[in-house]
């Protein structure tokens, strides 16, 4: 059985769009990895750590920074009330728990099923 012209065309074309295809795929999967990553460099490891602790550092210090600027705005605009003291001491107890929540890797706030409060 031969081959025609055009059914030769179609498989090459096919074989071609299936190769990029299979290496646009796997560098897609590289990148969304983070690129490769050697577990016997150690320098790799500790620079992957410590960028991780640093920008999870400067996450919890945004994060204060925000809660900070947002109870200046509310004492301006309310005046300094014990209600408004309250209220600020809750916002900043649960800020200082969801970091907690954070570093201990704890998506789900009742993780331990320990109370709070």
């Known amino acids: ?3 025609e012209n055009k059914s030769l065309k179609h498989l090459v074309v096919t074989g071609v769009f299936g190769a990029f295809l299979l ?4 560098a897609t999967q590289a990148n969304a990895q983070g690129g490769y990553y050697d577990p016997h460099n150690s320098q790799q490891n500790d620079d992957y750590y410590r960028r991780d602790r640093r920008d999870d550092k ?4 945004d994060e204060k920074r925000e809660v900070k600027h ?5 004492r301006e605009e309310y005046g ?3 209600e408004l003291r309250r209220h600020q ?6 800020v200082k728990r969801h970091q907690r929540d954070e ?3 704890s998506d789900n706030p009742y993780y331990d099923n320990r109370r709070r409060y």
């Open 1 to 3: 059985m031969k081959l």
């Open 103 to 105: 570093r201990r890797g």
């Open 58 to 61: 400067h996450h919890r210090k």
């Open 80 to 82: 300094n009330s014990r």
């Open 89 to 94: 001491k809750q916002e900043r107890k649960q």
């Open 70 to 74: 947002h109870q200046q705005h509310e």
């Open 23 to 26: 290496l646009g795929v796997s």
